[in-house]
């Protein structure tokens, strides 16, 4: 079951023109980078005011902070929006996060809709109301909890997008069938990465992460295993976020995460060691291996000790349990990060 909220559309200007009609605001703002200004704006400019305005941001994790949103308030405060202002989200994880972060404070919050344009953020922003910005190289270490007003979910802004952004969104699909749906991970390794049903996989993952959400909503228990592949994938994504290599993308990071994550699982006696390498091995036939570099390892590893999920000085991780469940709040040290980076290392 999908929330209400959310529209997985095959006509957007139909949707959008709908949800504008239903809706009163005094004013508009629409958040693009150079690349959705370029091809997603034009698909939906003939149902937009007039009065639009149109606020552009430059793309890429690297300006995912606060001078941005600085630039994001500064075009809203100058167009005297007020708090009747609605505020639309065209983009992929990046504008998601940051243009509903700034949506969300801006005079204590305006009203904001959602269009995700990457498969990324359709599979795993469009549900939570997880917002935020990073914070040197830690990723959404400032932010907050607040949905949107609605999520229009167009499939064909993916036909935009090159093959690496379709891969970097169909780890997050990998993740939801591991953690949630033992039976959809067989049905996705039958197909190659060209052939998937892109959008019976959108409202699949959504389904999943909305049924964990609606259990808990802050994160405070069981949302805690949309997580898995995270600690170590987040800490993976923040050493490459200024490194001279240059930075991966959400998914790449993510991915290397899962198989470090899923070794720790099978060492903790979770998961067979047969269950470990099929995720690994299907892993691999999409995502290409990353040089860590052993001098790094340690560096990563202090990175996970960041992460949101923590207590007490402790990494608590989400690990697989058997392939389609999930525990959390599972102890881990950055002893055992470093030798699940190892393992990557080896494959």
Not at 175 to 202: G, N, P, S, T
Request: overall charge negative.
């Amino acid at each position: 079951m999908l929330p209400n909220t959310i529209d997985i559309t095959s006509d957007i200007q139909q949707s959008l023109r709908g949800f504008l009609d239903a809706t009163t605001f005094s004013q508009l703002a629409v958040l693009v980078d150079e690349n959705t200004k370029e091809h997603c704006l034009p698909l939906i400019q003939p149902v937009l005011p007039d009065s639009t305005l149109i606020i552009e941001i430059k793309s890429g994790e690297e300006h995912k902070n606060f001078g941005t949103c600085q630039h994001i308030w500064e075009q809203m405060t100058s167009a005297a929006f007020d708090r009747k202002a609605l505020f639309i989200n065209l983009g992929g994880g990046v504008i998601g996060d940051m243009g509903g972060f700034c949506a969300a404070t801006y005079k204590r919050g305006i009203r904001f809709l959602n269009l995700p344009t990457t498969l990324l953020a359709q599979v795993d922003a469009s549900v939570g109301g997880k917002l935020g910005v990073d914070f040197g190289p830690y990723k959404n270490h400032i932010g907050l909890f607040k949905e949107p007003e609605s999520v229009l979910v167009f499939t064909d802004f993916t036909k935009t997008l090159p093959s690496q952004e379709i891969r970097s969104g169909y780890a997050e699909i990998i993740k939801h069938c591991l953690i949630r749906d033992q039976h959809y991970w067989l049905e996705i390794q039958k197909h190659a990465l060209e052939q998937q049903d892109w959008k019976a996989h959108v409202a699949h993952s959504i389904g999943v992460k909305y049924a964990v959400v609606q259990e808990d909503p802050t994160e405070k228990g069981l949302r805690k295993i949309l997580n898995f592949g995270h600690t170590i994938g987040h800490a993976v994504e923040s050493h490459f976020l200024n490194h001279d290599q240059g930075r991966l993308l959400h998914g790449e990071a993510v991915a290397i995460g899962m198989i470090a994550e899923t070794y720790l699982s099978a060492e903790q006696g979770y998961i067979s060691k047969e269950n470990l390498a099929e995720i690994v091995n299907y892993t691999l036939k999409i995502y290409d291996k990353v040089d860590l570099s052993n001098e790094n390892f340690n560096v990563i590893a202090k990175h996970a000790l960041q992460d949101k999920k923590n207590d007490t000085g402790k990494i608590k991780a989400s690990l697989l349990l058997a392939v389609g469940d999930c525990g959390f709040d599972i102890e881990i040290t950055t002893e055992e990060i470093i030798s699940a980076l190892k393992y990557y290392q080896t494959l």
